[in-house]
T-cell receptor
Framework: GEDVEQSLFLSVREGDSSVINCTYT??????LYWYKQEPGAGLQLLTY?????DMKQDQRLTVLLNKKDKHLSLRIADTQTGDSAIYFC????????????FGTGTQLKVEL | GAGVSQSPSNKVTEKGKDVELRCDPI?????LYWYRQSLGQGLEFLIY????????KSGLPSDRFSAERTGGSVSTLTIQRTQQEDSAVYLC?????????????FGPGTRLTVT
């Protein structure tokens, strides 16, 4: 995952918006994903975006993609305590088969 | 419907022993993936099966690791002569065939501890 970078930790207050950032290096990436991992659990797919899109919204989640800067972000509106988890971005690269390359993960802590 | 299941959920083994980890993908999914998650290395791809094609083994860390997928469904990941550095959570995922986002759905993982 050294080619996909994320900040390690983010703390927000309940009700605020959270923005989790990710940078990647491979411009050939076709799809980019966000996964959520709660303690002791597997990875839950939250959303994904195709590389020819610059935004995707799904209820409280908004994904922004800046392909020029190779920057991906996940915005969570009205963050709740249940959103506390580790969030991973991942990329699927052209010619890389369907395997995913994951970022280092961002631990989101939601405080009351 | 049922998601990806993995067994066992936890496995403790002695260094030098062989272990087998099992994955049952979502019914109808033709692609199956193994990843491992460890503190030092994060999430790493291990191997990928797609239908009847030869598997992509490019992520296997050594020849002690192997995997097979029988009948296009269940998969077993085998680690021979386990070492302490093999301790990790082994995650399996499956995805449907065809075009689209190739969304991968993950199982809960098997936590392997090598003592």
């Amino acid at each position: 995952g050294e080619d996909v970078e994320q900040s390690l930790f983010l703390s927000v207050r309940e009700g605020d918006s959270s923005v989790i950032n990710c940078t990647y290096t491979d411009s050939s990436s076709t799809y980019l994903y966000w996964y959520k991992q709660e303690p002791g659990a597997g990875l839950q797919l939250l959303t994904y975006i195709f590389s020819n899109m610059d935004m995707k919204q799904d209820q409280r989640l908004t994904v922004l993609l800046n392909k020029k800067d190779k920057h991906l972000s996940l915005r969570i509106a009205d963050t709740q305590t249940g959103d506390s988890a580790i969030y991973f971005c991942a990329e699927r690269r052209t010619g890389g088969g369907n395997k995913l390359t994951f970022g280092t993960g961002t631990q989101l802590k939601v405080e009351l | 419907g049922a998601g990806v299941s993995q067994s066992p959920s936890n496995k403790v083994t002695e260094k030098g022993k062989d272990v087998e980890l099992r994955c049952d993908p979502i019914s109808g999914h033709t692609a199956l993936y193994w990843y491992r998650q460890s503190l030092g290395q994060g999430l790493e791809f291990l191997i990928y099966f797609q239908g009847n094609s030869a598997p992509d083994k490019s992520g296997l860390p050594s020849d002690r690791f192997s995997a097979e997928r029988t009948g296009g469904s269940v998969s077993t990941l085998t680690i021979q002569r386990t070492q302490q550095e093999d301790s990790a959570v082994y995650l399996c995922a499956s995805s449907p065939d065809g075009t689209g986002g190739y969304e991968q759905y993950f199982g809960p993982g098997t936590r392997l501890t090598v003592t």
